[in-house]
């Protein structure tokens, strides 16, 4: 080797160069992509799923929606073909094939998890699921992962009636939040979905008991829902309604997600990417001509 030769080798070699050699990270590969209408569609959803589980809050007390136990059912009819209008507007941002055979594998895996909890002491074995897909395809993905989890685990328990949409509304903006978490590997990656998955099954569990508090505890008693009293005042008596119900199931959910993601995270993220890259959702699908130069088959004669 020359020293002009040795001097470039120098100059390529990190050893040589001072600079350190790091592991590329994993890329994040979306099985959804979300464009910007995508992305309206989603927050129009958030919005309205916010209204119906927070509108009793802000319900004047002479239309008589405060002391109405039907309306929950109308919110309840609404809320599908908002998921609906938001689930097109992701297929158009690119769920294609190979998408919606990992969805339908995830969903199938999730549907037939949940069952095994069964919500016993609040133990829920499907959103760990959730939060590492979501993680893994991204928002999009995790979004729809929910909704569709939820639907196949209540058709299996025969679980269907008027709380499934916000069950689904519920599930799948964990699975969306998984995928908008921060940066991060190794340990740190899992001790962050861990928390996540924590805090998420405490949110999932307030959430669903504010779809039905309002009329489920009278109006005689300090837990109740008071039609038309001070916003603060109505959230101190739903946060002491769920403290004395509810609280116990909701940390047994909390603690689960965070157990099950400590436990086997580090192995589920791995084989979901590399099921991501192996089906290369980010590639683009061309179909092409076949080449002037390739023979064609040549029919086949008899003898």
């Known amino acids: 080797m020359t020293a002009g030769e040795d001097t470039a080798y120098r100059m390529r070699d990190p050893r040589h160069s001072g600079e350190r050699h790091r592991a590329r990270r994993p890329r994040r590969l979306h099985a959804i992509p979300l464009g910007p209408r995508s992305w309206a569609a989603l927050g129009i959803a958030t919005v309205g799923g916010l209204v119906a589980f927070l509108w009793p809050l802000f319900a004047d007390p002479g239309s008589g929606l405060g002391h109405d136990g039907d309306a929950p059912l109308v919110f309840a009819l609404l809320l599908p073909m908002l998921l609906a209008v938001v689930l097109a507007q992701v297929s158009e941002g690119g769920l294609d094939v190979k998408a919606v055979a990992m969805l339908g594998v995830l969903s199938a895996v999730g549907a037939a998890l949940r069952p095994l909890g069964a919500g016993t002491a609040g133990l829920e074995t499907v959103f760990f699921l959730l ?173």
């Open 131 to 303: 939060v590492l897909a979501g993680r893994v395809f991204g928002p999009g993905f995790g979004f729809v992962l929910g909704a569709t989890t939820l639907v196949g685990s209540a058709l299996i328990t025969g679980g269907v009636g008027p709380w499934l949409p916000f069950q689904m509304l519920g599930a799948a903006w964990v699975g969306l939040g998984a995928g908008l978490l921060p940066p991060a590997r190794g340990r740190a990656e899992v001790w962050l979905l861990a928390g996540y998955g924590s805090l998420a099954g405490l949110a999932y569990g307030m959430l669903l008991n504010f779809s039905f508090w309002p009329f489920a505890t009278g109006d005689a008693s300090e837990l109740s829902f008071v039609p038309g009293a001070p916003v603060l005042d109505n959230l101190h008596r739903f946060v002491v309604f769920s403290v004395a119900t509810s609280l116990g199931w909701d940390i047994g959910r909390a603690l689960t997600n965070g157990v099950l993601i400590l436990l086997t995270g580090h192995a589920v993220l791995g084989a979901l990417r590399r099921a991501s890259r192996r089906a290369a959702f980010d590639a683009p699908v061309d179909f092409a001509p076949p080449e002037a130069g390739e023979d064609a088959a040549e029919p086949v004669t008899g003898p």
